[in-house]
Each structure stands twice: as C-alpha cells, then as structure tokens.
Antibody
C-alpha cells in the first residue's frame, strides 16, 4: 500500500527556520516525483514544486522559487520542504503528494503538516 | 502564472446533476489534455477524481465525468449524493512546465 506520512504540526516564530518531512513507503521511492502543495487557511490549493528523489532533480513554481527549498534523502525515502526564515504569511497546511510521473496528477497524498508562524 | 478560474460555489439537490467549470488560457487548459480534478472534504487531504480531462482513477464513481472545450474544462457530477458535498479543484499542466490549480469550488448538496 502506497503511503506518504508527513511530520507533525509546527508552531514557529517569524524569522525561524523549519524543515518538514514526507516519508514514502509501499513503492519505489526513487521512481516517482514528489510534489508539495500549500493551502493557506480557508483558501485553495497552490502547487509549490516537485522533486525526483532518484536524482534530486527539482523544479519550483515561480511563485515559490527562492522562498522555499525542496530536497530528498532517498536512503530513508523522505522528501523535505524547508524555510530559512519564516514569515507569518507562511502559516498554512502543507501537503506532499506522489505524482504519477513528471507533472502527472497527484494520486497519493500525505495527511498534511500544519505550520503556524506567529510571534 | 494565474490560478485557473472556477465558480466559488455551486449547489444541487440529491439526484440532480451539476457541472463545475474551470477556465484557463492557451498556456494551460486549451493546449494540454492534462486537466485533473480533485475533491477535498473539510480537514482532509485532496483526492484525485479525474485525470487527463476525462479519465477516472480506479475506485472513483462513474457519476463523476470530465470534459474540455477550448479554454474551459468541466467536471460533471450526476446523481448527486450528500457525500459529494466538498470543495473541488481543477489543475492543469502549463507551458512553463509547472502545474496550476483553480481557485476551488464549494459544492453544496441541498
């Protein structure tokens, strides 16, 4: 069974750094692209970017380029989303998902990680 | 790039059919048959309902169907059921080699 399990909710202060994770199981982690999607409170879905764990090829939505870093450690089947300096506007639910192939739809989703940034 | 345009809300009675539209541009919906639809219940992760404009993943009810004409894709739900009440999002591949979502549509089953 394909599963994506994300790390738990985080509460951070503005300016702090953060790295959240998404661990895949039940399939060949290195063979499928993993994407990240943001959902701000009461708002819609926003596609942030994508990584191929097999070779760490990474692409970003122009809206998120330079704002976050997507990475992966294939030895532990885990993808990451990180911030170097959080802002209050980063408060959101973040989902990881497994794409079927390059920019194919996300057929499997993690449960989401809620990030709250508040002073 | 801008989000795809969806109506904020639609509603229908049980048993009826409804259609949700998703309007893009020649940089996304018009020129690519890579439109998907997701269903999201409150507090839950999205679920893929339609991919490549018209295809249903295994396990998705055949009450859900997709189509496209020009810049606009559509999701039709027939035989509305209470469990269909949720938010629905379209998504498309873009000419910039990215994905873009629609703003979402809240479906209310009356």
């Amino acid at each position: 069974e394909v599963q994506l399990v994300q790390s738990g909710a985080e509460v951070k202060k503005p300016g702090e750094s953060l790295k959240i994770s998404c661990k895949g199981s039940g399939y060949s982690f290195t063979s499928y692209w993993i994407g990240w999607v943001r959902q701000m409170p009461g708002k819609g879905l926003e596609w942030m970017g994508i990584i191929y764990p097999g070779d760490s090829d990474t692409r970003y939505s122009p809206s998120f380029q330079g704002q976050v870093t997507i990475s992966a450690d294939k030895s532990i089947s885990t993808a990451y989303l990180q911030w170097s300096s959080l802002k209050a506007s980063d408060t959101a639910m973040y989902y990881c998902g497994r794409h079927g192939g390059w920019l194919e739809p996300i057929g499997y989703w993690g449960q989401g990680t809620l990030v709250t940034v508040s002073s | 790039q801008s989000a795809l345009t969806q109506p904020a809300s639609v509603s229908g009675s049980p048993g009826q059919s409804i259609t949700i539209s998703c309007t893009g541009t020649s940089s996304d919906v018009r020129n690519y048959n890579y439109v998907s639809w997701y269903q999201q219940h409150p507090g839950k992760a999205p679920k893929l309902m339609i991919y490549d404009v018209t295809n249903r993943p295994s396990g998705v009810s055949n009450r859900f169907s997709g189509s496209k004409s020009g810049n606009t894709a559509s999701l039709t739900i027939s035989g509305l059921q209470a469990e269909d009440e949720a938010d629905y999002y379209c998504s498309s591949y873009t000419s910039s080699s990215t994905l873009v979502f629609g703003g979402g549509t809240k479906l209310t089953v009356l």
